[in-house]
Structures are given as C-alpha cells and as structure tokens.
C-alpha cells in the first residue's frame, strides 16, 4: 500500500476514534446523555441554597453564593451520587 494511502487511513481512524471520544465524555454509565439543557437550578451540596441555572455556564464552575462550595446541577449523575451519599450515611448514623 503507497505510504499516502497509509496516512490517509490512519488519519481517517483517529477521526473516527476522537468522535466516539468525544460523544463519550458527555455519556454516563446508563447510557444518557449529562446534556440538561438551559433551564434548571444549581444546588448547594454543603448549605442547600439554589439559584438559577446560567445558560452556558456548567454548575461545577459556580460557587455558592452563601458558603463558597461548588455548586451541583440539580438531577444531574454528580447530584444525584450525592444524594445517595447522603442517604446512606443518615441511615448508618
């Protein structure tokens, strides 16, 4: 196979191969996808306290307005391992 031939396969597979990546990274262990969309509140995992969801701005990246914490997007996979947690530890207490 002419070496052109060759790096325009490769060149082909990495493209397919950084796609799957890159639908992936927004894929969780069941299969949905952690796209939310615009609406929705952020949650204080410390204090409690809700605001708005900003469009275009992930809820990690806010702090709580009261105590400082990362917020969480309220019914997201982050959100929701969160309040298992927290659950399972009211119930060994």
Sequence with gaps: MP????RQKHRQGT?????IGRQR??????????EM????KCVC???????NHRSGTRCQDEKCPQC?????REGSHHHQLFEKKKM???QTS
């Design 15 to 19: 493209r397919q191969r950084n796609a």
């Design 68 to 72: 400082g914490a990362k917020m969480l």
């Design 3 to 6: 070496e052109q031939q060759t």
């Design 88 to 90: 399972e530890k009211g």
């Design 45 to 51: 995992p410390k204090c409690g306290e809700k605001q």
């Design 25 to 34: 990274r927004h894929m969780h262990t069941n299969g949905e996808s952690e």
């Design 37 to 40: 969309g615009p609406e929705g």
